[in-house]
């Protein structure tokens, strides 16, 4: 292990403050809640009306699990709640989840020996006597067989109450290939991002619950420092939160001022960078996504070389950090559902996929 980072000198550095672990992991804690209180009020509301449908939408590292394990765990819910941490991979995985989980294999075992994913709702009519509140987290991850399930299920299952969690390309694929499906979503929230007082309150609360007393080490400079540089996502503050704690320990620092907060994102200016692209992942399309999507309007099929050699290279570094940017642009545009590809010889030809048109055009 690095000298800088032995097990006895983190230990120490974390004992001076009272840690008995590290605050800044990206380990889920339910029972922190943060901000997002209208947001929340009105998800809750929704369950307890028994919508049948709602979804929560966010960018990357906005607390959208985090809400949903939340959800999950809620004592005054006494009715049964399903928590899916992602969703079946496929109809087959989906069938056998809801025959485990929901029928229970008893049941399912003595009774029912005809069932298949296309009949098993009308059990579910029979077995759900009381609400059941289905959360699916990743949601738009889910193949389209396992929406196009879902949809169905809501018009047969009276009692079964679905709230779906995603990316903001959730919208996107519901609006494009089960419309049907984004048409019973009777609320839709957005998790947007933190304010300041919020995003203090989250760094607080991760530090009592590893064992501090206050916000030791952290100054309040260093603290508004972290959130403008965040934006205020949840994820984004516990990245820079954990990578300060780092470097002091590497320098040999007992307090994390706002100058040491500059020096570390100095010296680590291309993985914050990078951190960011991953971040931006949403439906509306951010400006270079725009260029590339409108040169697919304009030329048709496309290869990333067509694509640099088409765009203002002034916003890149070089052409060879133009062309990966671009490959990770078309990467996350083809993972949202919003385009194609297909092999031609050695690369890969990229094009907008028929039914994405009406809502790129």
């Known amino acids: 292990m690095n000298e800088y980072f032995n097990e006895d000198r983190v230990k120490n550095w974390f004992h001076k403050y009272g840690w008995h672990s590290n605050p800044f992991t990206f380990k889920i804690y339910p029972e922190i809640m943060v901000g997002y209180k209208d947001q929340i009020e009105d998800i809750l509301n929704a369950i307890n009306a028994n919508s049948t449908f709602s979804l929560v939408i966010g960018k990357t590292g906005a607390g959208k699990t985090n809400l949903m394990r939340w959800i ?75 929406l196009k399930w879902i949809r169905t299920a809501l018009d047969h299952v009276p009692n079964l109450v ?28 957005e998790l947007k991002s933190l304010g300041k007082d919020e995003s203090l309150e989250l760094i607080q609360k991760r530090i009592f619950a ?24 949840p994820r984004s503050i516990l990245r820079l939160c954990n990578n300060a704690v780092l470097y002091a320990i590497k320098n040999n620092k007992f307090l994390i001022d706002q100058q040491c907060v500059l020096e570390y994102l100095n010296q680590n200016k291309s993985q914050i960078s990078e951190n960011r692209q991953i971040d931006l992942d949403n439906t509306e399309l951010t400006d270079k996504q725009k260029v590339v999507i409108d040169l697919m309007l304009k030329l048709g099929k496309i290869d990333p070389n067509t694509i640099v050699q088409n765009i203002d290279l002034k916003d890149y570094k070089s052409e060879s950090h133009a062309i990966r940017s671009i490959n990770n642009i078309l990467k996350r545009l083809t993972q949202n559902k919003l385009i194609d590809r297909e092999k031609k010889g050695r690369t890969y030809l990229y094009f907008i996929r028929d039914n994405a048109k009406k809502v790129l055009s």
């Open 72 to 146: 999950a765990t809620q004592s005054s819910y006494k009715n049964s709640t399903y928590y899916l941490p992602k969703p079946p991979a496929n109809i087959d995985e989906l069938f056998e989840y809801l025959k485990r989980e929901m029928l229970k294999p008893g049941f399912f075992s003595r009774r029912f020996t005809n069932i298949s994913i296309y009949n098993i709702h009308q059990q579910l009519q029979k077995k759900l006597k009381t609400r059941a509140l289905l959360i699916i987290d990743e949601a738009h991850e889910a193949s389209l067989d396992v």
């Open 162 to 189: 679905v709230v779906a969690a995603g990316l903001p390309s959730l919208i996107t694929i519901l609006r494009v290939d089960v419309n049907t499906l984004y048409d019973r979503a009777t609320t839709v929230i």
């Open 210 to 233: 590893a064992g501090g007393k206050n916000l030791d080490p952290f100054t309040t400079k260093a603290l508004i420092e972290i959130y403008e540089r965040s934006s205020g996502f």
